[in-house]
């Protein structure tokens, strides 16, 4: 319990430091969401801004809390490489999710639409969880500039894994199903989370809910990049035979 409590007061002093990149992507998350009223076919590029945006926000915690003084004339180039393997890992992860899904409904012939988005929630939710315990060091270990990349995190990771998948249930998981619940129990009496309504006029209720959604989650990402930068230290550490 001690090592869950560090977890989140190490996460929350990060979440701080990077403050003003967690109010730049609160704002393009905002932004993105009143674009899509107004401009719905522009929806794909909106979401692959979301996923740039949110890569470089995990960047960043992951260089301030591995090299927080570090030569920051560098992050540009470390950023580009850590995108792509972000980006990379979420949509295979993502895609895996749903494909596992989809073969079970076929097989099993699952048609009602709210059980199998459920499925899905669930099954990207495993997988995810599963990649990041096997290969999530690969994000430090490229911000410590490990020649050994993604070979180098998959050593790493049968070390780590359950000490991965035990602080992602217990510390980061709540916050996942506090997000959810922001977004999901208003529906149930009727209102919407969007913060520009259909009409264009500005939703106070929906701005307000986006707000504490996205601050969870920021919290929430703040947290996972401290237990895999741990988890990367044990896994050197244990490569190295020190523990």
């Not at 905002?30 to 899509?36: E, F, Q, R, T």
């Not at 049968?158 to 998948?165: D, K, M, N, Q």
């Not at 977004?183 to 504490?212: K, Q, V």
């Amino acid at each position: 319990m001690d090592e869950n409590r560090n977890m989140y007061r190490e996460g929350a002093n990060l979440f701080g430091q990077l403050r003003w990149w967690g109010l730049a992507l609160a704002a393009w998350l905002l932004l993105a969401d009143g674009l899509a009223v107004f401009f719905p076919t522009i929806g794909n590029a909106l979401n692959m801004g979301t996923l740039i945006a949110w890569a470089v926000f995990t960047f960043m915690g992951h260089a301030q809390f591995m090299l927080p003084n570090r030569d920051r004339a560098d992050d540009a180039s470390l950023m580009q490489g850590f995108i792509w393997r972000y980006a990379g890992t979420l949509i295979l992860a993502g895609l895996s999710g749903v494909a596992i899904v989809v073969a079970l409904a076929i097989g099993f012939g699952i048609e009602n639409e709210g059980l199998i988005a459920l499925m899905v929630l669930i099954s990207v939710g495993i997988v995810m969880g599963t990649v990041l315990a096997l290969v999530g060091t690969w994000f430090p270990g490229h911000v410590m500039r490990d020649a050994a990349g993604l070979r180098g995190a998959l050593k790493r990771g049968p070390g780590v894994f359950f000490y991965v998948i035990g602080h992602l249930l217990v510390s980061v998981m709540p916050l996942v199903l506090l997000t959810m619940l922001f977004f999901m129990a208003p529906s149930f009496w009727g209102y919407t989370t969007r913060i520009i309504t259909g009409e264009g006029a500005l939703h106070l209720f929906g701005l307000a809910t986006n707000l504490a959604a996205i601050a969870v989650s920021l919290l929430g990402n703040c947290i996972m990049v401290v237990i895999l930068a741990r988890a990367y230290e044990r896994g050197e550490d244990r490569l190295s035979g020190l523990i």
